[in-house]
C-alpha cells in the first residue's frame, strides 16, 4: 500500500484510481491556489500519470505553463490536461448541445471523454427552439453508443431526443437562462420529470459527471 497514494502535505494524490476504476485521475482546480496545482501536476508527473484538470482558470493555466510540462488547455471548457487523450476504443458517444451558451459544459464533457479513450461525435446548438437543426442531424445521433444532452433554459431538448434515440441518455441541466431559470435549476428539475423514458440526469454545470458515467457505460463494450 506503499504507493497508493503520494503525501504531498497539503493534499494525498491518488495514484492508482486508474487502475480501481479505469478512469483518469482528476484534479478539481477552483479553489487551489496556482502553486498548488502546479505541484499537483508536476508530482502526477514524475509517476507517469496523465491526469485532467478540470474548472482551470485561464490564470492558473498561464502560471502552470511555464513548468514546460506537456499540458494541454481549453479556455472554453476550463479543462487541463497532462499527457495525451488514450487511443478510442470504446465506442461512439455523441454530445449534443441545445445552444452555443451551453458549449462550456458540452466541451468540458466531450474533452473529458476524449482524453479517457471515447470517439466523440459533437452535435452543438440542435436546441428545440429550431426542432428543424435536430431532426436534420438526428440520423448521426442514433449512430452514437451513448448520448450526453446538455440544455439550460428549461431543459426541453432532453425529452424531445430521448424520445427519438435507442443508446442511454444522460442529461446536462446548465445555467443558461433568465432569472425564472434559478441558474438551471428549472432545467434540472424538467429533466428529471422528463416523460421520455431511460434519461439519466447529473448535476447542474456537470460536464465531467456526465463524461465519466459515459465511459462507465462505453467500458462494457471491452468485455
Not at 60 to 81: C, D, G, M, W
Request: aromatic share 6%; net charge neutral; proline share 3%.
Amino acid at each position: 500500500m506503499a504507493d497508493v497514494y503520494s503525501d504531498i502535505g497539503f493534499a494525498k494524490l491518488d495514484l492508482s484510481r486508474g487502475k480501481r476504476t479505469g478512469l483518469p485521475e482528476t484534479i478539481y482546480a477552483a479553489g487551489k491556489t496556482k502553486e498548488q496545482l502546479l505541484e499537483i501536476l508536476q508530482t502526477f508527473h514524475q509517476k507517469n500519470i496523465n491526469v485532467l484538470a478540470t474548472r482551470c482558470s485561464l490564470e492558473q493555466y498561464e502560471f502552470v505553463k511555464k513548468s514546460h510540462l506537456p499540458l494541454r488547455y481549453n479556455e472554453t471548457a476550463e479543462i487541463l490536461r497532462l499527457g495525451e487523450d488514450k487511443t478510442p476504443k470504446n465506442g461512439v458517444l455523441a454530445v449534443c448541445a441545445a445552444g452555443t451558451a451551453d458549449l462550456p459544459v458540452a466541451e468540458e464533457a466531450a474533452l473529458t471523454a476524449e482524453f479517457s479513450g471515447v470517439e466523440v461525435k459533437r452535435f452543438y446548438d440542435v436546441g428545440v427552439a429550431g426542432l428543424h437543426r435536430l431532426l436534420s442531424k438526428i440520423d448521426e445521433i442514433r449512430q452514437a453508443d451513448v448520448i450526453i444532452a446538455v440544455a439550460g433554459f428549461e431543459g426541453a431538448l432532453i425529452s424531445v431526443l430521448a424520445g427519438l434515440v435507442k443508446a442511454p441518455l444522460i442529461a446536462v441541466p446548465t445555467s443558461v437562462g433568465y432569472g425564472a431559470s434559478f441558474q438551471g435549476l428549472a432545467a434540472l428539475l424538467a429533466m428529471l420529470n422528463s416523460c421520455a423514458a431511460g434519461v439519466s440526469v447529473v448535476n447542474i454545470d456537470n460536464g465531467f459527471g456526465a463524461a465519466m458515467a459515459a465511459c462507465k457505460i462505453l467500458k462494457l463494450k471491452e468485455k
